[in-house]
């Protein structure tokens, strides 16, 4: 992302009326951005900077009234004051070209997709946002600032500690606002982010690697599995191994082992008791799965861990 100032042309007519001004950049982790503006001087002034579309854009006016210039000026969004603009089109860039009227302060949070998913979801890796169903989604979205918003936006707007702690203090700023932006109760799922349309399936497989693990004795089949957390058998396939990279018995049963194999270390239980517990009705089937993963058997295992 290019933050670079840019300066705004204006006509020598035009400069009674309009200054240009700039944001107070902080990076605050890798791919996320918090500015700051105060325009209090007695004209409006004009904002410039280059953001990529990798980037979700999160505006906050605390203070004042500002509007936001697209297409040289040919779409205008206003953003008034106890308002704010969230901003994301995957498809082009959208650069910042903002007119502050005087008197405005305005917070803007700037985070890449990427770490936005990551708030979200610990497979945000796995997630195709950008799918053909997907990719051309654009938003755009206003909305009103809450009163827990707003304390953390002037907080972050007159800040005036050290500045070595700024980029940490800034970081739980921006986070939390950006938390506090998403709330919606208690009864919302937590991990269900408001842009990623995959999510649900993400949930759903996440819930089938649960269930095979709390009943590795007696897993379900597959059939079963898919019909309990309301996926097709095809999805539930696919979306397994995108996420843990394996199938669903591969996966379970490299679990099955090292759950077994620290069953072992500790000493509390003998072999029988270990095949039992990871589902093998015979010593004889747990030995042979036991030897396949480790090279070993559990007996000559647990002799070299003593």
Known sequence: MNLNNINQNTEEGDLKNVATGSFNETKVDEGVYVLTYKNEAN???????????????????VKGESKFNFNNGR??????????????????????????ETNTWLISVLISIKNFHGLFSQEADYITFLSEDNKDKKYYKDGRISPSMAIALNQLINFNLNQSIKGLYFKGKAYELLSLYFNRGEEADIEQCPFLVDEANVIKIRKAKDIVISRMSEPPSLNELADEIGLSLKKLKEGFKQIYGDSVFSFLFDYKMEFARKLLESGEHNVNEVGLKVGYSTSSHFIAAFKKKYGTTPKKYIQSTV
């Open 75 to 100: 779409y205008t969004l206003d953003v008034l004051e106890e308002h704010s603009l969230l901003l994301y089109n995957p498809q082009r860039d959208l650069p910042i070209n903002l007119e502050a």
């Open 43 to 61: 004209l409006s002034q004009t904002i410039v900077r280059e953001i990529d579309s990798n980037f979700i854009q999160f505006h906050f006016c």
